[in-house]
């Protein structure tokens, strides 16, 4: 997990997780909306609405979000390995088959934690 | 009825002779011929007046204004608030300040702590109690947030939404529907004690009522007491004209008592409560004490007060006669002597009437919804809205309209217009300016604020939402975008010429266009013609990259506007609204994630039901990695270029981006810029389109920077995406270089355009630093 340092933001998604665990998946989506307002860049609000979306499948909303958790985060690590998931997943709903699997590979080599050389 | 007739005659026939008996033969006909009609049309009249009743009462349904909500404050930890905005906040959600809050509806300031007790209300995701909260604000931001209860440190807490608008049926009533049972009891029995003691028992008409009113009109000589009963009065407002003749008298007793036939009581009686009229506001009339309760008190009527009940009950006698903002003292007599009738009573004890008698009227200054001050932003509201909703709905189901507009930062941006342009007038600009600002948040693209007139609230032409102007250099940005997107070709230190230009147009003649201090300067980098923002520079270089392609980004950028694919286009000869300026610039600041602005998240039923929501949707734009460096370059526009002076005008240093555009004869001026969190644009000119002797720096930067100064700034972000990286560059080579080196400055570069020369001193410096350079691009700081 991203380090959450608001407790607000903290909150919200607790609430979003538990919604999305009992299924209610528009209440989930709403409650990260709201925590998106007070944080938009953070990284993991914006995986977690992700994968929210891929439920909803709404496999391009799930793309986009996915896409921008990636280029705000750190690109290593947990997140950056769920980030590729869930392009990989709403890419190969979405018909683009090689596209999907090359995400697949890029989330294996996110357990790298920090790409070696230049 | 042929039937009687018949045993008359043969009646008549056996008992014949005698002019008596003829007389009275005759005034019997007259007297069968006279029933007959009465019967005739009496028994239509009273199956017509019967089926008014039943049907119109069976069937009511009151058309019930829809109410748009702003958007809900948020607070938590941290969160940026100044005590001036809390304040604003507050007060347009219509609470009041107390030395120390007591109940729903109220807060208090003492030092840096704020009470505040929150009335319960049905947010969009469903409905919270009422919270009384403590506050702590350290300088522009809140320290922390506890329950005042039991001490407990709340991570979030959120104010209801402010109304900030209605949109009323065309019959210009308005209504807040209560049901029996929410309404305070002393109410409901106080209305009956002061307008109808007896209504439990009778049957729609109270002949000792009457009796009564009669004997106390003889004894004063003049009308003082009226009979009607609460039902011939619910008749009276629900289904009868105003004029007053017997037989619209004769009406209401009939339908008076047909009502009571059919429905009960407490039927009848929550009619009444929603009927009944009890103020103007404007062009609107308050009816029923839902809404008399919130035009008055500012509160919801479960809430009122013994004092403040018998106010509103002594209003039903006369409105406008007894109106507590016009004619207090009145108000005051009247209010005191329901108070004495509910004692007399004993709805009251002697002790709490006189205790309410005590207290002042409490009527709020305003009413609450003060519609013209949002008029702009509703505007918004409505274009959104017409695309789903009919007039009609809006006007008459009672929609809860949540929208995202923010109180505070609109009363910025309306000052910032007003004082703004009172300022320009000062420095000897046209008096008779007219402006526009739009100010949304950046990640989510929810307007925050819209002006569309120098004048708050006035109604008319909206210049934000339908002012279509050209944009001038505003457009510019995009030209560099295009060329950036052409990594091989372009980077921010490629050189262009910034020579004279003629063109050959379609009609003949030749298109030269001018720099704005009428000089060509040579060979100049990307980043220098477009800080600069020089004319010459921007159309050679918009030639390179072909004008069809500036038509399509603009397209793609979410705006679906006419561009004419002419080259002046590069110069900003296309007309847009300052909410499409707004639009185009929100994907810039937001990393090249295109939002669609929006104005409403959500519209409900008046029972909480969605019916349809306008979630947070992100479109990205292709080339994100050159949005990001034209970012960079966009803050540069601030650092040294044409709005170099915005800092000193905000009076802050935060990282800002923006670009200034000017028309030709100096029509248009606009500025249009963004921080971390917000995106505004702003313009300024005559509505009839004739010279202004405006420049973008000189008229529009200066209201955007008045908004811009009173908000909380947060810096732009800076980071690039994967696929762009920062170099340190030596700008005049534009050759690489390394930190440290003479001359060297750090630019962001799109993968596939960066420098292959470098500097000697780059040169040396690389061997030996590889990792910290790796540091300097990757070892970036997260969120």
């Known amino acids: 997990m991203f380090p959450l340092d608001n407790p607000a933001v903290a909150s919200l998604l607790a609430d979003a997780s538990a919604a999305e665990q009992s299924g209610k998946l528009d209440q989930a989506a709403m409650l990260l909306e709201r925590a998106l307002r007070i944080q938009p860049r953070n990284p993991e609000l914006l995986q977690s609405m992700a994968e929210v979306q891929l439920q909803l499948e709404d496999y391009q909303q799930a793309l986009n979000f996915s896409s921008r958790s990636y280029d705000l985060g750190p690109r290593v690590g947990e997140i950056c390995s769920r980030n590729w998931r869930t392009i990989s997943v709403s890419r190969e709903y979405l018909g683009d088959h090689g596209g999907s699997q090359e995400a697949e590979r890029l989330a294996r080599a996110c357990k790298v934690v920090k790409p070696e050389g230049l | ?783």
């Open chain 2, 1 to 783: 009825m042929a039937k009687t007739r018949k045993k008359t005659r043969a009646k008549r026939g056996k008992t014949a002779p005698a002019r008596k008996r003829r007389w009275a033969g005759r005034l019997w006909r007259l007297f069968l011929l006279a029933l007959g009609l009465f019967l005739g049309l009496l028994v239509p009249w009273f199956a017509y007046l019967n089926y008014q009743v039943t049907t119109e009462f069976e069937g009511r349904k009151w058309d019930l204004p829809s109410r748009v909500y702003a958007r809900a404050l948020e607070v938590y930890p941290g969160a940026l608030l100044t005590p001036g905005d809390l304040r604003v906040e507050l007060e347009t959600a219509g609470y009041r300040e107390v030395p120390s809050a007591s109940q729903p509806g109220q807060f208090s300031f003492t030092g840096g702590t704020v009470d505040i007790w929150r009335r319960s209300f049905r947010f969009q995701e469903g409905a919270e109690g009422e919270q009384h909260v403590r506050l702590r604000l350290s300088g522009q931001s809140v320290k922390s947030v506890e329950a005042v209860s039991n001490g407990q440190e709340l991570g979030l807490f959120r104010l209801e939404p402010a109304e900030i608008a209605s949109i009323y049926p065309l019959q210009k009533e308005d209504r807040t529907l209560v049901g029996i049972a929410r309404v305070p009891t002393l109410l409901v029995t106080g209305l009956q004690a002061v307008e109808d003691r007896n209504f439990k028992h009778h049957h729609g008409i109270d002949p000792r009522g009457i009796a009564r009113a009669m004997l106390a009109n003889l004894k004063a000589g003049r009308a003082v007491q009226g009979g009607s009963t609460l039902t011939q009065q619910l008749v009276k407002n629900y289904f009868l004209s105003r004029e007053r003749t017997l037989l619209r008298k004769a009406n209401e007793a009939i339908m008076a008592v047909l009502l009571e036939y059919h429905y009960g009581k407490a039927e009848i009686l929550e009619a009444y409560l929603n009927e009944v009229f009890l103020g103007q506001q404007g062009a609107y009339a308050v009816h029923g004490f839902g809404r008399a309760s919130e035009f008055y008190f500012d509160e919801p009527v479960e809430q009122l007060e013994p004092h403040q009940v018998a106010l509103l009950v002594g209003l039903v006698k006369g409105p406008s006669y007894y109106n507590p903002r016009r004619h207090p003292v009145r108000a005051r007599e009247r209010r005191d002597l329901v108070l004495n009738e509910f004692a007399e009573t004993g709805l009251l004890s002697r002790a709490e009437a006189d205790a309410a008698a005590a207290e002042d009227l409490g009527v709020s200054k305003s009413p609450r919804t003060r519609s013209t001050r949002y008029l702009s932003f509703v505007d918004l509201v409505r274009r959104q809205l017409a695309m789903i909703y009919a007039e009609e709905d809006l006007r008459t189901e009672g929609l809860r309209v949540f929208t995202t507009l923010s109180p505070s930062e609109q009363e910025k941006a309306q000052s910032a217009v007003s004082e703004g342009l009172e300022n320009l007038a000062d420095r000897g600009l046209p008096k008779e300016l007219q402006a526009a600002l739009v100010l949304a948040d950046s990640a989510s693209g929810e307007v925050r604020a819209l002006v569309g007139d120098r004048e708050p609230g006035r109604p008319g032409f909206n210049r934000a939402i339908h002012g279509r102007r050209q944009v001038g250099s505003v457009i510019k940005p995009l030209v560099y975008l295009l060329a950036l997107e052409h990594a091989a070709d372009y980077n921010l230190l490629t050189r262009i010429e910034d020579a004279p230009i003629a063109l050959r147009q379609p009609d003949g003649s030749t298109w030269s266009p001018q720099n704005f201090d009428r000089e060509s300067h040579g060979s100049v980098s990307l980043l220098e013609a477009m800080t600069r923002s020089y004319n010459q520079a921007t159309v050679n270089l918009g030639l390179q990259l072909g004008v069809n392609a500036l038509v399509s980004r603009v397209a793609q950028l979410g705006v679906n506007a006419d561009v004419e694919p002419v080259p002046s286009a590069f110069l900003g000869a296309v007309e847009l609204t300052p909410l499409e300026v707004t639009q185009i610039y929100q994907s810039l600041a937001n990393a090249g994630y295109s939002v669609p602005l929006r104005s409403v998240i959500a519209v409900q039923t008046p029972d909480g039901e969605e019916l349809i929501r306008y979630p947070l949707r992100l479109l990205p734009q292709p080339r994100r990695e050159a949005i990001g460096v034209l970012n960079f370059a966009l803050t540069e526009v601030v650092g040294q270029g044409t709005a170099r002076a915005l800092p000193e005008l905000m009076g802050k240093s935060a990282t800002v981006a923006g670009k200034t555009g000017t028309t030709n004869d100096r029509r248009d001026s606009w500025f249009v810029g963004y921080t971390r969190n917000r995106v505004a644009a702003a313009w300024v000119g005559l509505d009839d389109f004739s010279p202004a002797g405006v420049t973008g720096s000189n008229a529009a930067m200066r209201i955007w920077a008045r908004l811009f100064r009173d908000l909380p700034l947060e810096p732009v972000d800076l980071r690039v995406p994967e696929g762009a990286h920062y170099l340190w560059v030596d700008a005049p080579s534009g050759r690489l270089s390394a930190e440290g080196c003479p001359g060297a400055i750090q630019l962001p570069y799109v993968e596939g355009s960066e420098p292959r020369d470098m500097t000697a001193c780059g040169a040396t410096a690389q061997d030996g630093d590889k990792e910290s350079i790796w540091k300097k691009w990757f070892g970036r700081d997260e969120q």
